[in-house]
Nanobody
Framework: QVQLVESGGGSVQAGGSLRLSCVAS????????IAWFRQAPGKERVGVAA????????YYADSVAGRFTISQDNAKKTVYLLMNSLKPEDTAMYYC??????????????????????????WGQGTQVTVSS
């Protein structure tokens, strides 16, 4: 079993920045990929970024590409999401998730900026991000 704990959320003005952290209890075959999803009130949960913990390859949804950066610190078993140029529409609960996606799945999903919740077996409890205009 893998436990994930998110932190770093808060309230910021539009145009500001925040860095979220996701600490994993372990980096194993079950955490080959770690992603960030978000869910705004009344909306479905959608993926925004993912990282392959093996070599650091990254993937982004079009909505955040160029503004958000996902990275990892293997020594700390931590994945970060640096969010710059925040917009009110970025307001959501942000969740960290981990999965062991196979190459064909990655090629058909993450490679195109698409994220499927079903591909991620482990989830954190979330951290709230609120961006005011």
């Amino acid at each position: 079993q893998v436990q994930l704990v998110e932190s770093g959320g808060g309230s910021v003005q539009a145009g500001g920045s925040l860095r979220l952290s996701c600490v994993a209890s372990a980096f194993t075959s079950s955490t080959k990929y770690i992603a960030w999803f978000r869910q705004a009130p009344g909306k479905e949960r959608v993926g925004v970024a993912a990282i392959y913990t093996g070599d650091g390859a990254t993937y982004y949804a079009d909505s955040v590409a160029g503004r958000f950066t996902i990275s990892q610190d293997n020594a700390k078993k931590t994945v970060y999401l640096l969010m710059n140029s925040l917009k009110p529409e970025d307001t959501a609960m942000y969740y960290c998730a981990a999965g062991r996606l196979d190459v064909p799945v990655v090629a058909a999903t993450l490679a195109y900026g698409r994220f499927r919740q079903v591909d991620f077996a482990y989830w954190g409890q979330g951290t709230q991000v609120t961006v005011s205009s």
